[in-house]
Nanobody
Framework: QVQLVESGGGLVQPGGSLRLSCAAS????????LRWYRQTPEKERELVAA????????NYADSMKGRFTISRDNAKNTMYLQMNSLKPEDTAVYYC????????????WGQGTQVTVSS
């Protein structure tokens, strides 16, 4: 059974930090490209950061560059998002996503974790 389980969300003050985790099971984690997305009631789901399966190359949305760091530990089947210098506009539900193309698209999502940045 495929599962992606996010954790690490919560309430943090502006300027603070949080580390999100995404624990995977039920598929070959190391073969999948991974992404973090976020969504608020007012906005469509947006890409936060991505890390490739091969080489571990990373990409970030412009507003996250220099503040967020995506990483993966294939031995632990876990992806991380280190978020620093958090702003109120970072408040959202954060989702992890795993995607792999092998003749067909395998596309898995977690249930989301709430991040609230507020004083």
């Amino acid at each position: 059974q495929v599962q992606l389980v996010e954790s690490g969300g919560g309430l943090v003050q502006p300027g603070g930090s949080l580390r999100l985790s995404c624990a995977a099971s039920g598929f070959t984690f190391s073969s999948y490209d991974l992404r973090w997305y976020r969504q608020t009631p007012e906005k469509e789901r947006e890409l936060v950061a991505a890390i490739s399966s091969v080489g571990g190359s990373t990409n970030y949305a412009d507003s996250m560059k220099g503040r967020f760091t995506i990483s993966r530990d294939n031995a632990k089947n876990t992806m991380y998002l280190q978020m620093n210098s958090l702003k109120p506009e970072d408040t959202a539900v954060y989702y992890c996503n795993a995607r792999h193309w092998a003749g067909t698209l395998y596309d898995y999502w977690g249930q989301g974790t709430q991040v609230t940045v507020s004083s």
